[in-house]
């Protein structure tokens, strides 16, 4: 059954992704095209939009899968819904009762020299994910059929470059996300019409 799978697919990513929703995206992207949920450009066009909207990454995208699988299920907005759900309570439910435990056994083990080595040992593993997950969405997107000169010679190329560029810079710049967001956006829809 769709909704059991969901669940228990989003279950396992949120259960032993340390790093949250940036550090799921590897295992996400991986689990859904292995289900055949979604294809790497559905996949590529939704990471843009759970960037965009409220909420956390993990959760949006989560949503969106099982809202996509719930509706293929056959029962209507009953399926969208009840698939949204499942999946949005597998991705949530891990890191729910991970807080639980930690907050409980906190006090005891904050000053073990195990526990901050662990901790020590995982964030260059966060950053390793995060960057798989970059390197993934880049090659997604400016050479989806494979590395060749020939990526230079598409005018789309250059427009997602600069897109980027001028994203990174007005970041650098400490420009507020959501006007990066919009400006993007309203450039994204021009090239559109253009090209």
Not at 14 to 29: D, K, W
Request: aromatic share 12%; charged share 10%.
């Amino acid at each position: 059954m769709i909704f059991l799978k969901l669940f228990w697919a989003f279950f396992k990513i949120g259960a032993v992704t340390v790093g949250g929703g940036y550090a799921m995206l590897p295992f996400i992207q991986e689990e859904v095209l292995r289900q055949g949920w979604l294809t790497p450009d559905e996949i590529i066009d939704f990471i843009a939009v759970s960037e965009s909207t409220p909420g956390p990454f993990a959760v949006n995208i989560s949503t969106y899968v099982g809202n996509v699988m719930g509706g293929q299920a056959g029962l209507g907005v009953f399926g969208t819904l009840l698939g949204a759900f499942c999946a949005t309570m597998g991705v949530v439910l891990p890191s729910f009762i991970i807080i639980l435990i930690v907050a409980k056994v906190y006090d005891a083990f904050k000053k073990s020299k195990v526990v901050k080595g662990i901790m020590t040992g995982l964030k260059p593993v966060v950053v390793g994910l995060i960057a798989s997950a970059v390197i993934t969405i880049f090659t997604t997107i400016f050479a989806p059929n494979g590395w060749s000169l020939n990526i230079f010679k598409e005018v789309q190329t250059y427009i997602y470059l600069g897109l980027s560029a001028i994203a990174a810079v007005l970041a650098f710049k400490k420009v507020h996300p959501i006007l990066i967001i919009c400006i993007c956006a309203a450039a994204g829809i021009v090239v559109g019409f253009l090209v």
